[in-house]
């Protein structure tokens, strides 16, 4: 599924309906270049568990849990991860496979530890269709 975003608006309506069909052990790979709307996504995506407290990047801390929605949401932000194996002392795999929704950005740099299946958000600009302009790839589904 391939939809086109014009304002921010839009992405993050675009994840909040993706976190209201979301179930339990989803995992979502959230990929996209820096500055590209991921947070945007992931505040709707959040909003959609019916999450209500602020909802920003893990960049340093690497995850950020949510308990206040109608899932667990474990938040991922793996872009500052040197080495995979320190997932291991995160406990990922109580996110991953556990009774939470999961959503990791820059997955690619985990690869090797990802489960089989796991739904892929790609978020791209196309700065000739304008600043605000993101189209997003959603495989998976």
Not at 25 to 45: E, I, R
Not at 111 to 122: A, G, K, Q, S, W
């Amino acid at each position: 599924m391939v939809i086109d975003s014009w304002k921010p608006e839009e992405t993050f309506e675009l994840g909040k309906k993706l976190g209201e069909a979301a179930d339990q052990s989803s995992v979502y790979c959230l990929n996209g270049d820096l500055g590209v709307g991921k947070t945007v996504f992931t505040q709707g995506f959040a909003a959609g568990l019916g999450i209500t407290e602020p909802v920003n990047s893990p960049t340093f801390t690497i995850v950020q849990q949510y308990d206040d929605g109608r899932l667990p949401f474990y938040h991922f932000d793996v872009y500052r991860i040197g080495d995979v194996s320190e997932m291991d002392e995160i406990g990922y795999e109580d996110c991953f496979y556990g009774e939470g929704v999961t959503l990791i950005e820059w997955s690619e740099l985990i690869r090797e530890i990802l489960p089989d299946h796991v739904i892929t958000v790609t978020i791209e600009k196309d700065m000739e269709k304008g600043f605000d302009y993101r189209k997003i790839t959603v495989e998976g589904m």
